[in-house]
């Protein structure tokens, strides 16, 4: 999908200025516009869905990128020392947040977890730097489905011996991932839930 020029020069850069409120709404309005799409799709999961989020379109977007950097900060406890997710859907994620936590002068670092030990090298799972023995790391999603995807982080990081309690995630597709999450004993939160996506989307007259 092609964004229009402006979004890119435009003098007003609102993803650095603005409020977290109207961070929030923007945002939301970005998600309608480039990611959200109807019709008749295969998800990862195997699930038939009459609607599809590609979320790589507002992640990896400049505004996007800030914005979603700025506001999942926000969510973190004071106390985490690395933020992590799953290839390839969290890569943009975590990368923002690890920038943006630079700038407001509470850097933290960013793990990217492989679907595959890589084959060569350290045949390492885990990309990024070494943590301490029981560090805190949160786990980042862009789309929660059903929960397997970041649960794959979660396990692979407990495994390297990190602490992680909690999930956070862009969107909730509210198809069973916030359930298993609590079944397993992980804390979830979530910045929008799909009855937000769908409901600005008809606000916005899709």
């Not at 789309?143 to 956070?168: D, H, P, W």
Request: glycine share 8%.
């Amino acid at each position: 999908m092609t964004y229009p020029t402006e979004t890119l020069t435009n003098s007003d850069i609102w993803s650095a200025t603005a409020d977290l409120t109207t961070l929030r709404y923007k945002l939301l309005d970005l998600f309608c516009q480039l990611a959200y799409q109807e019709g008749d799709f295969v998800l990862s999961s195997g699930q038939r869905s009459t609607y599809y989020i590609n979320g790589k379109q507002v992640t990896l977007h400049p505004q996007g990128a800030l914005a979603i950097g700025r506001i999942l900060l926000s969510f973190l406890p004071s106390d985490v020392q690395a933020v992590a997710g799953l290839t390839l859907g969290a890569d943009p994620v975590v990368t923002a947040v690890s920038v943006v936590s630079a700038y407001e002068k509470r850097p933290i670092p960013a793990l990217i977890i492989r679907k595959e030990a890589k084959g060569h090298g350290t045949k390492a799972y885990i990309e990024g730097p070494s943590l301490p023995e029981g560090a805190e790391v949160v786990v980042l999603e862009d789309v929660v489905t059903t929960g397997q995807s970041a649960m794959k982080a979660v396990e692979r990081l407990r495994e390297a011996g990190y602490t992680v309690n909690r999930v956070i995630s862009l969107i909730d597709r509210k198809q069973g991932g916030a359930e298993f999450y609590q079944s397993v004993g992980l804390k979830f939160e979530v910045v929008f839930t799909i009855e937000d996506l769908q409901q600005r989307y008809r606000e916005l007259g899709n």
